[in-house]
Nanobody
Framework: VQLVESGGGSVQTGGSLSLSCAYS????????MAWFRQTPGKEREGVAV????????TYADSVKGRFTISKANTKNTLYLQMDSLQPEDTAMYYC?????????????WGQGTQVTVS
């Protein structure tokens, strides 16, 4: 399994960025996939989850209404559209996937992409 994030960068407050995660290997369409983020000295924080055959989504309260997670199964790509970015959104963003059909067990991780908002 391989996950490769892209799309990070620097943006001004109020701006937008779109992250992508290209994945390959044994990641199935109905399994959970998610975006997490982490800043130095803090624990990794879940940002958004997409799961199930119907693509049910869940968001952290801090990003609800501003971020949108989506997935293109035919392209094996996970996305995170981030709008109205704030300085507190600055972090390393990680794509992750579950290896279980029963629960969201995030055992596959990408290398991360940096997002900086100033």
């Amino acid at each position: 399994v391989q996950l490769v994030e892209s799309g990070g960068g620097s943006v001004q407050t109020g701006g937008s960025l779109s992250l992508s995660c290209a994945y390959s290997g044994d990641i199935y369409d109905s399994y959970c996939m998610a975006w997490f983020r982490q800043t130095p000295g803090k624990e990794r924080e879940g940002v958004a989850v997409i799961e199930g055959a119907d693509g049910t989504t869940t968001y952290a309260d801090s990003v609800k209404g501003r971020f949108t997670i989506s997935k293109a199964n035919t392209k094996n790509t996970l996305y995170l559209q981030m709008d109205s970015l704030q300085p507190e959104d600055t972090a390393m963003y990680y794509c992750t996937a579950s290896d279980s059909p029963i629960l969201c067990a995030y055992n596959y991780w990408g290398q991360g992409t940096q997002v900086t908002v100033s």
